[in-house]
């Protein structure tokens, strides 16, 4: 699987876009690019993943560079509840069973008043 | 609510003495996994089933084991092998439904060694 580089920490202001970065200039074509987030001592929860096109959804929105060699995932509208830290994964959708994720050290991100 | 569960949340445990976490899940998920968390780190992958009664070695196996008798079910015995257990230990699911390798994760369960 791809690895990925994202920056340790991020501050944003409450009710601001947060714009995450991740690099994963390894990327392989069939790779995909998951983010998830962990809230202090909970577990990770999915928020969004794609291939090569942008997607969207409740949570956020993830945008793909064209040679797929980044992606940023964008909180619209930051609360303090998204104050978490945020991981950029690459890896092969098999398809469910086998959906072991390598989880780095992230980016945490702290929204402030 | 479907989901996955863990217990305890919290766990006291002596030098020397094993401990089983517990792990359930409603989900009717093929795939279940244990990860390791140390403060400030991300996770590790201890072991992971892809179907019943069998399972792999993660990344960092040593000193722990697991069963996994029954699809629902998949208990991590912390053995006293494990040089540091002190850690946060996290449980997750994937299945074939849906097929977007998404992982379903617990709560956790915060293991101190005293």
């Known amino acids: 699987d791809a690895k990925t580089t994202q920056p340790p920490s991020m501050d944003c202001a409450e009710g601001r876009a947060a714009n995450l970065p991740c690099n994963h200039s390894?990327?392989?074509?069939?790779?995909?690019v998951y983010w998830y987030r962990q809230i202090h001592s909970q577990g990770p929860q999915y928020i969004i993943h794609?291939?090569?096109n942008n997607e969207t959804n409740e949570m956020a929105s993830l945008i793909i560079t064209e040679d797929r060699k980044s992606s940023t995932l964008i909180l619209p509208h930051a609360t303090l509840r998204d104050t978490a830290v945020y991981y950029c994964?690459?890896?092969?959708?098999?398809?469910?069973?086998?959906?072991?994720?390598?989880f780095g050290k992230g980016t945490k991100l702290s929204v402030k008043p | 609510d479907g989901g996955i569960t863990q217990s305890p949340k919290y766990l006291f445990r002596k030098e020397g003495q094993n401990v089983t976490l517990s792990c359930e899940q409603n989900?009717?998920?093929?795939?279940m996994y244990w990860y390791r968390q140390d403060p400030g780190q991300g996770l590790r992958l201890i072991y992971y089933?892809?179907?019943?009664?069998?399972?792999q070695k993660g990344d960092i196996a040593e000193g722990y084991s697991v069963s996994r008798e029954k699809k629902e079910s998949f208990p991590l015995t912390v053995t006293s092998a494990q040089k540091n257990p002190t850690a946060f230990y996290l449980c997750?699911?994937?299945?074939?439904?849906?097929?977007?390798?998404?992982?379903?994760f617990g709560e956790g369960s915060r293991l101190t060694v005293l």
């Open positions: 989900l009717n998920h093929d795939a």
């Open positions: 390894t990327i392989s074509g069939n790779e995909y």
């Open positions: 089933s892809q179907i019943v009664n069998d399972f």
């Open positions: 994964i690459v890896r092969v959708n098999y398809g469910g069973s086998q959906g072991n994720l390598i």
């Open positions: 794609g291939l090569k």
């Open positions: 997750a699911s994937s299945g074939r439904q849906g097929n977007t390798g998404e992982l379903f």
